[in-house]
Every structure is written in C-alpha cells, then in structure tokens.
C-alpha cells in the first residue's frame, strides 16, 4: 500500500482501499446484519409511502437497465437510481438508525450505495458487511469532528454523507485508493445540504437530502473509475470543508486508531418512528403513562425538559400544527400527545387521519417543552430529559431517563429487531418470504452473492400497480408506444 499523502482524504482513502473482512471484529460483523435487518425492514415499510410513490414515477421515466435490485418491486436498474430509490426507501419514515454525536446521523442511509456497487461488482456477503461496516465507520467518525456541530450552524448532515457514501461505493467497486480520494473529491465538493431541510414546516425533502446525498457518491465513485478527477483537499485543504464551514474541527477523529475498535458498534436503532431527540421524552411519557393509568382528560400539563436544541428544532410554532407526516414526526408536542392518547408512538400515528384526530390535537396545548442548561451540560454522553406530568386534581408525576429504548446502552434486542422487521414488511412480504431474507442477513458472510439476497426482497403479498413498477413495466409500455 502506497504511503498516504498529507490530506486527511488519503489517509481515509488508504484505509478504506485496503480494509478487508478478515480485518473486522466479530462484533462489528454482527451488529452490520443487525443494521441490515433494520435497514431492510424500513425500506420494506417505506416501499408503500407516498413520497417513494412519487420518486419512483420519476424513477421510471429517467432510470436506466442495469445490475443493481430496487427493494419490493425487484425490477433491475442501473446503480445511481438504485442507490436513491433504496435509500429513500430506507430513509422515508423516520425509523432506521441513528448517532448523535457533535452532529446527528443515520448512517444505514448509506447501506444502498453498498448494495448496489457490490451488485454491480458481482460481489459476496463478506463484501457487503465490508462496506456496511466501512459507511459507519466514516460517517460517525464525521459526526464527532466539528464544534460545534454543522447541524448547529444551519448545515445539515446529509453534507458529512457525501464526504462518506463515495468512500462506501468506491470501496464495493474495488477502487485503488486515489480513485476513492478522488470520488469523494467529486461528491463532497458539489454536496453541501442547507439545514432548512429539518427547519421549520417540514416538507419530503426532510428524509430525501440523505439518500441523494449516498446517490452523489455512488455517482462520484462511477466516475472516478473511469478516470475524473476531484479535488484532494476538500476536507482540509483551500476553500474545502473547513475552511468553508470554520472553527473547530477536530480532524484527527476521523482517521486515528482506524481498525482498532468499530464504530458501528457504538450505533443506535430507533424504536419510535420519529425525530432522534424525541425517544427520550416519549419513553418518559410512556413510562409515566402507563404506569400511572393516566388518562388524557386528567392530564393538565405535560413538561419535558430538555435540550436547547431539542426546544429550537422540534417544538417551535409549526410544530404546534403539524399538518403533514414529515412536521408531526418531527414535533415534539404531537409526539407527547400521541403518546397520551393511544399509549404507543408507531407508524400508525403518522397517517394523515391520526394527525388530524381530535383527540390527540387536544393535548397539543398541554405540551411545555423547556430547555434545562443542566442537561446540555451533559450532552451527548447522555440524551437526558426530565418528563413532569400534572394532573387536573393536582397530583405531579415525575420521570427521568439518561437514554431511550434502542440506545446502544439499552439496545433493542435481536428478538425485537426481528419483531420491528415483521411489522414493517407486513403486506410486502409474506412470512415465508420474511424467513427467508431474516436467515439470509443473519448468515451473511455465507452469501455467494449479494444479488441472491437482493432477489429476496420482491414484495410477494400483492402488486402496487404504481410503485412495484418502478423502472420497469410502465417504461417498458412507453418503449412498446413508441
């Protein structure tokens, strides 16, 4: 292996061109079929939402043949467009993992630019959980480098992702490593992903700058291979990243003691299908809830106490009205009053009809979400919040909680990564078809071939006339038109 140059992108380029699976630890390995599972089953239950309804009719008129498999419809399409549908598909409800650090993450965002490249590659299971590995690695390796965080300074994450997915797909493609430099030269340099995204009145968008973000570095690792060049100082160097961005950056986090211990395995699931900084306030309110048998007619306040952050991003104004899927999940307020109302924050509080439920915008106004500068004083190492609920005869209940359910510290356990998965992939596929890929992600390194386990994942129960077409029979009626 050539000695890295000084730019922080060749030192990452370097290793990630040399990591093999041999390398990983037996964790590593094991939490990467864990994320894929999860992965799986949220692309699963995003194949039947509205905003991937949408991009795939766009999908259908612009994307190519070729090697790479679109989850739930199985049509065959060339990798750029895979990686996106995929990706959306994984990204849409809010519910695959998540690392905050400086900046927050969901680096299972990156997971289809593995799927896809290693498709193209013709490559085998032990490959796919290189790159799985290898995403997470780098991205929350990103999310611990800045202070403060991108996020914080109106940016947001999906910027870090294209500095990583072209890592991820050059890998998977077996790129040398100044091909990989140069791929994330190409991605990173035209990706910087503005914070109004996740500010404000939330539109689809809000989930869709991530998987475009994981497109432009499959796109990028294309090009690479065929010789374009990207700059190698975008990191570090004149007018790249931070120079850009400015103070302060910790960029030695990003490259010291690679390969002695894996960040995946540092990495949290969601068990509610919502904004990362809710979990801890509706475990809270859940735990309170149903340990008290309260009802929301007795109910007089609800307090949460939290981070500044947590205040500014998910209980302003519009989050006080959410009148669509993407401002709800991402309202604290509504989170907290779903929670009192139906005991369970699932993706079923998220169809339009619950949005709008009576009963639940009722409690809206119970909601007081105050920032605790005590417990800013203790983030990230913790993600505490203080629940306080008030009743109507004047009884105050109190909960606090340092962490949520799927932190890595309370994981969810496999049984219930298996439990979320069936849920999600309920009308898809079939419990047959559901065995058959959770055996398959679980014995992974065995695969002879990622496209075997891509294959998998046709939906089986019914066709969706829109969607299940993507890219493939109404291009294929538009070609017999003309």
């Keep these: ?59 259908d008129e612009i994307a190519g043949r070729g090697p790479a498999t679109v989850i739930g419809t199985g049509n065959k399409i060339d990798v750029v467009s895979a990686s996106l549908a995929n990706a959306l598909m994984i990204r849409c409800m809010d519910y695959n993992d998540i690392y905050w650090k400086q900046d927050p993450s969901h680096p299972s965002d990156i997971f289809p630019a593995a799927l896809a ?96 973000a994981t497109q432009s570095g499959v796109l990028a690792a294309l090009m690479a291979e065929k010789g374009y060049t990207g700059p190698e100082h975008v990191v570090d160097g004149k007018e790249g990243l931070t120079h850009c961005f400015g103070p302060d950056w910790k960029l030695d986090l990003l490259t010291d003691a690679l390969g002695e211990s894996w960040r995946i395995t540092q990495c949290g699931m969601k068990a509610f299908p919502t904004e990362a900084l809710t979990h801890t306030p509706i475990s809270a309110t859940l735990d309170l809830v149903k340990q008290n048998d309260l009802k929301p007619d007795q109910v007089q306040e609800v307090q949460i106490r939290c981070l500044a952050r947590a205040g500014e991003i998910l209980s302003e104004r519009s989050k006080y009205d959410p009148r669509s899927k993407e401002t709800a999940d991402h309202s604290l307020p509504y989170v907290i009053a779903a929670a009192l109302v139906d005991r369970q924050v699932t993706p079923a509080q998220f169809t339009m009809e619950k949005i709008m439920d009576p009963a639940i915008r009722a409690q809206l106004k119970k909601i007081e979400v105050v920032a605790d500068p005590e417990i800013e004083k203790v983030f990230p190492a913790l993600q505490r919040v203080i629940v306080n609920i008030t009743t109507k005869d004047g009884r105050t209940f109190t909960q606090q909680l340092d962490y949520p359910k799927g932190d890595p510290r309370n994981p969810l356990t496999d049984t219930e990564i298996e439990e979320k998965f069936a849920a999600l992939a309920e009308g898809v596929l079939s419990k047959s078809a559901q065995q058959k890929v959770k055996d398959a992600i679980w014995n992974l390194e065995k695969i002879g071939a990622v496209s075997k386990l891509m294959g998998m994942m046709k939906a089986d129960v019914r066709k969706k006339p829109a969607q299940c077409s993507a890219t493939g029979e109404k291009k294929k009626a538009a070609n017999k038109r003309r």
Excluded at 16 to 44: I, M, N, P, W
Aim: with cysteine; glycine share 8%.
């Design 117 to 212: 490249c290693c498709e193209r590659a013709k490559s085998d299971g032990k490959e796919l959980i290189v790159g799985l590995v290898l995403g997470h690695e780098f991205e929350m390796r990103f999310c611990e480098a800045a202070f403060p965080g991108i996020r914080e300074r109106g940016w947001h994450h999906a910027t870090l992702t294209a500095f990583v997915s072209p890592i991820v797909a050059g890998r998977a493609l077996r790129l040398d490593w100044e091909q990989i430099q140069h791929a994330i030269g190409i991605s990173a340099s035209r990706h910087a992903t503005l914070g109004a995204a996740t500010a404000g009145k939330l539109t689809m968008m809000k989930n869709t700058v991530d998987p475009m």
């Design 1 to 59: 292996m050539p000695v890295a140059k000084e730019t922080v992108t060749a030192k990452m380029s370097c290793w990630a061109a040399g990591l093999e699976y041999k390398h990983l630890s037996q964790d590593a390995v094991y939490q990467a079929k864990r994320f894929l599972l999860d992965s799986v089953g949220c692309a699963l239950g995003g194949n039947q939402q509205h905003d991937v309804k949408i991009a795939f009719e766009v999908l």
